[in-house]
């Protein structure tokens, strides 16, 4: 079984005690990729050091759209800078959060940060791995307007009017392993094209259980798949897997 992760942090200090048994474990579970998701500038320069080390271990590098709204748009411009010129696996995590509110700067500087981010995933011919919290209209908007070409949604939660215009603009979507629980994620399964899933974790966040998520409960998700879409576990991981791989490498 070919399995895969397009979301995790890896580099989060969760992992500082047992990074090494974590990522053999994955191995064992047959995990081939994990795109691991910069955050800040200090989390993308860990992302780069661990990626260095670990040949499963994909570079995304990003800016967290919390983080975009408290450090400023200079910051942003200048990681900008050091990703274009480190080699992106992908641009991750980025987007939009209005969690907090969209009004005023706060939202004014995620907007043009995420803009930023879409025309470089154009520029370098990468996937952007989106970020979106009750903000799904505006990152639609974004992405419709810069004719964005590879865009993950990461754990989508919005409406399902919001999803289908997502798979009408051509998005994938990384299902988390609350899938196994979340009613609205096994309708995301039933209402996309089945080459347009892919699985993520988040990990070490969206544990279904409680406690901290790894990438190898992937597999919990694709035996929940498969038996949403009547396939058999191998055929999710293989079909997933190959979708993987036709929009990252
Ligand atoms: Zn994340």
């Known amino acids: 079984m070919l399995l895969h992760d397009v979301h995790a942090h890896l580099d989060f200090s969760e992992f500082d005690e047992d990074r090494e048994e974590v990522l053999k474990d994955c191995e064992a579970a047959g995990i081939k990729a994990i795109v691991v998701n910069g955050v800040n500038p200090s989390s993308n320069r860990k992302v780069l050091e661990l990626s260095r080390k670990h040949p499963l271990i994909k570079p995304a590098f990003g800016f967290y759209p919390v983080h975009v709204a408290e ?32 009004g005023g700067l706060r ?40 004719q964005a070409e590879k865009v993950v949604m990461h754990c989508f939660m919005g409406k399902r009017r919001l999803a289908e215009r997502a798979r009408d603009l051509g998005c994938s979507f990384s299902i988390p392993v609350l899938v196994v629980k979340l009613e609205q994620l096994q309708w995301l399964v039933r209402h996309v094209p089945l080459k347009r899933l892919l699985l993520e974790t988040d990990a070490p966040y969206l544990s279904p259980g409680g406690g901290r998520n790894t990438p190898v409960n992937v597999r919990l998700s694709v035996e929940k798949i498969a038996e949403l879409l009547g396939m058999t576990p191998e055929e999710v991981a293989n079909q997933l897997f190959m979708n993987y791989q036709r929009l990252f490498l």
């Open 71 to 102: 450090e400023g748009l200079e910051k942003v411009r200048a990681e900008l800078a050091w990703i274009a010129a480190n080699k992106p696996f992908a641009l991750g995590e980025v987007g939009l959060d209005y969690k907090e509110g969209d």
């Open 107 to 146: 939202g004014d500087a995620q907007r043009e940060a995420f803009r930023e981010f879409i025309r470089l995933g154009k520029r370098l011919g990468v996937p952007l791995i989106v970020h979106s919290r009750k903000a799904e209209h505006d990152v639609l908007d974004l992405l419709e307007e810069e």
